[in-house]
């Protein structure tokens, strides 16, 4: 493993000294805001009502973390949705186009080294975009202390949603040399995982237990009532595991073809 940092670093490199990261976490940070600016439009709304004298409302719905945190974070998942094919469209397409692909495989560096040294890379900028968000709970807190344990359940759900896409991207972009054709992939792919859910009936048979079991929002619900479920971690641990196992299998079969 002693190669991972250097491949980690040169990752990193290619984000941040180019406008790659920045543009997507400036965008990130606009729609996410926006998100937030308008959950809290909608407690403020609701408060009022609440204040006045024929509207009721039951205290324990009006909460931050109920009416502001729960739907900020589903809709992150949305946003999520859009950005990481942006961030792993280049992560071995550009390789590919450029012919670096080959010259990076006759290093003496282990192909598990490069893939996880890419995905680490891109789960890093994936934690920058969340970390930045962290001021909003500074704004939260000058109305009231937000429920902190149930906040970071919430985030723990973002940050592996946003793991187990970055996967899925890392190995539709290893089967390309296109960036655009990467990107389009992998949203068209993590849409699937996305709604693959909403065919199932309410009378669940075996497939559709399967079915419903594979969607990837399925396992986020949890998350964002503040409940960590243990399927829904070993979920998406098998995911990732699955996924970087599958470009590392591509990986090979192209140094077995020359």
């Not at 408060?47 to 739907?71: G, H």
Request: proline share 3%; charged share 15%.
């Amino acid at each position: 493993m002693s190669n991972l940092g250097p491949v980690v670093k040169r990752e990193l490199q290619s984000y941040f000294f180019s406008p790659i990261a920045y543009v997507v976490i400036v965008m990130f940070l606009v729609l996410s805001g926006y998100f937030f600016q308008l959950g809290l439009a909608v407690y403020h709304e609701l408060s009022f009502r609440l204040i006045s004298s024929n509207y009721r409302l039951p205290l324990d719905e009006l909460t931050l973390f109920e009416k502001v945190m729960r739907p900020w974070f589903q809709n992150l998942t949305v946003i999520l949705l859009l950005f990481v094919p942006m961030v792993t469209m280049r992560l071995f397409s550009e390789e590919k186009k450029s012919g670096t692909i080959e010259l990076l495989l006759t290093y003496p560096i282990r192909d598990f080294e490069v893939v996880m040294g890419k995905y680490i890379a891109a789960v890093m900028v994936l934690v920058t975009m969340l970390v930045c968000t962290t001021p909003y709970l500074l704004i939260l807190s000058q109305f009231k202390v937000p429920p902190m344990a149930t906040v970071l359940t919430g985030y723990l759900g973002i940050f592996l949603l946003g793991a187990a896409f970055i996967a899925i991207g890392i190995f539709v972009s290893s089967l390309t040399e296109n960036q655009i054709v990467a990107a389009v992939s992998t949203f068209a792919g993590l849409l699937l995982f996305w709604i693959i859910g909403w065919t199932v009936g309410e009378s669940l048979s075996t497939m559709e237990k399967v079915v419903q079991y594979a969607s990837l929002l399925e396992h986020f619900d949890g998350f964002a009532k503040g409940i960590i479920d243990t399927k829904d971690v070993v979920y998406y641990a098998s995911i990732i595991f699955f996924f970087l196992f599958l470009t590392l299998r591509t990986l090979e079969t192209k140094k077995w073809r020359g």
